[in-house]
């Protein structure tokens, strides 16, 4: 029998190179993820590929799975324990190398395969692993299954089987660049900073621009697992001000940038101004729903206003969701309520037909910029982006805040706010006028402007987010006032990055 893991093991022991261990933290909402030989060992990741083999049997899938890696320099090894762990349990892997997580989606697909593990640790520095799985395409697990999975490996509930194999797939990104650019090239010149931060998207992303006919600026696409500049995650202002340079240096069109797996994409305007993924996206909905009449999008908790009030959009008939942010929730929402697109202010963007298959995929969403474009012959990004009514955005901001008492740190930030609206009490000076609790607290005053606060899926963070549609004054006013709350819980500490 397989030993049980154990939470913590020393590294450079006997015990340890012997022995499972796995972090139990390190199972979040909708997917995995730990330091690497801190928090999990090749023995932990064996564990959780067997657990998973155990949960696809348990729930009645057919045992078959794709499985791929980005480029880190454990990757390839955690992938192998994890595939051992598969094959032990009895699943039939397919594996297609390095991968973007977008890819292995495709693969699904492409290969009628029900079941994805994808070895990644997507933006996090290096020295993260995770995996993203699913077992019913498009969707990726979401906390239901997370917790199962979670029981079976803490507690060694494996059922080994017989009947494992595996199987790589040769040559497999060439098909998956073949998907993509199967259409007819975009009919106007367009000059494009495609930017990767040395991360996996490097190895595909400019080859299938270049084939839909843009003309390609690389920027950090040396694929380089040390990320020595800074991590592949468009939604930094490290990232999106190199973007910024670039683009102002070389005179370019737009910037397009792509996050450690390659399913988001940050966009830099002809000016060199950074629109946050969230305004993208009403740009698209706007460009979208003219073909569309009537649409439903999906919008996730963190994002703009504006899908509600803008006027393009409120004449076409555009119906906004709000919901939790997370690629699991935001997926699932789009295919089940069968919207033609789902926006994540992060960039996850989730296309269903026509456009895509439901999952996000940082190159169909810079795919859908560039046809954006297209659709409008002589009109610039920057003028696209002007057109819309103005607010002012922050970034995402993360205060540390650790992942055993984060949700209980929100929680209480979320009463305290529920308080406030019942006693009617103000929030930066005003009334609350809308209170939304479906991921954290979303907290609107009397003149639109908003704060979000809620837990991070992926690392011991918080998430704030603040907006306002009067003025950047209203926007900090805002963010003390939010931040002001934050600040009474001594366990949360320092931001990435604030306005």
């Not at 199967?182 to 621009?209: M, Q, S, W």
């Not at 592949?232 to 996050?259: C, I, Q, S």
């Not at 206003?305 to 008939?317: E, H, M, R, S």
Request: aromatic share 8%; charged share 25%; proline share 6%.
């Amino acid at each position: 029998m397989f030993p049980r893991p154990k939470p913590s093991l020393v590294p450079n022991t006997a015990a340890y190179e012997s022995e499972p261990m796995v972090k139990p933290t390190g199972f979040r909402e909708y997917d995995a993820r730990w330091l690497f030989e801190r928090e999990i060992n090749l023995m932990g990741v064996q564990a959780l590929g067997m657990g998973l083999g155990t949960l696809i049997h348990e729930a009645g899938v057919r045992p078959e799975l794709v499985t791929g890696h980005d480029f880190r320099g454990y990757s390839a090894s955690i992938k192998n324990a994890l595939v051992v762990g598969l094959m032990a349990a009895g699943i039939k892997v397919h594996d297609i190398g390095l991968a973007l997580s977008p890819m292995a989606y495709f693969a699904q697909f492409e290969l009628d395969v029900p079941c994805v593990a994808m070895v990644t640790a997507s933006h996090n520095d290096n020295g993260w692993t995770g995996v993203k799985m699913g077992m019913n395409r498009p969707m990726t697990f979401g906390p239901d299954e997370m917790s199962r999975l979670k029981d079976i490996v803490l507690n060694a509930e494996f059922k080994l089987r017989d009947g494992g194999s595996f199987v790589f797939e040769e040559n497999f990104p060439a098909r998956y660049m073949r998907d993509l650019t199967d259409r007819p090239k975009l009919r106007n010149k367009i000059r494009a900073v495609v930017a990767c931060g040395n991360g996996t998207a490097g190895a595909f992303a400019p080859a299938i621009l270049q084939a839909l006919g843009v003309e390609v600026i690389p920027l950090d696409c040396e694929l380089d697992h040390t990320f020595p500049k800074y991590n592949p995650n468009p939604e930094d202002m490290e990232m999106l001000h190199a973007m910024r340079d670039a683009v102002l240096e070389h005179k370019a069109d737009v910037a397009l940038g792509f996050d450690g797996d390659g399913d988001r994409c940050g966009v830099v305007d002809d000016t060199g101004d950074e629109i946050f993924a969230d305004k993208v996206g009403v740009l698209l909905a706007r460009d979208l729903s003219a073909l569309h009449p009537g649409a439903t999008f999906v919008v996730d908790v963190k994002s703009t206003g504006l899908f509600v009030t803008d006027p393009v959009l409120q004449a076409n008939g555009v119906k906004a969701d709000y919901w939790k942010t997370g690629h699991s929730y935001m997926k699932r929402r789009v295919n089940e309520s069968g919207a033609l697109v789902g926006f994540e202010k992060s960039g996850h963007y989730f296309f269903n037909k026509p456009v895509g298959r439901g999952y996000d995929d940082g190159l169909v969403s810079a795919i859908a910029v560039l046809d954006m474009l297209d659709r409008n012959p002589g009109k610039k990004l920057s003028e696209l982006k002007d057109a819309l009514p103005k607010t002012w955005s922050s970034p995402t901001m993360s205060p540390h805040c650790a992942d055993e008492i984060k949700y209980g740190v929100v929680d209480q930030v979320v009463k305290h706010f529920q308080q406030v609206a019942a006693d009617g009490g103000d929030v930066a000076g005003q009334k609350i006028r809308d209170l939304v609790t479906v991921n954290g607290v979303r907290v609107t005053v009397e003149d639109g402007s908003w704060g979000l606060v809620r837990a991070s899926s992926n690392k011991p963070e918080l998430v704030v987010v603040v907006e306002s549609p009067v003025s950047e004054q209203r926007m900090h006013d805002i963010f003390r006032a939010v931040d002001g709350v934050l600040r009474t819980h001594p366990e949360v500490g320092a931001y990435n990055q604030t306005i």
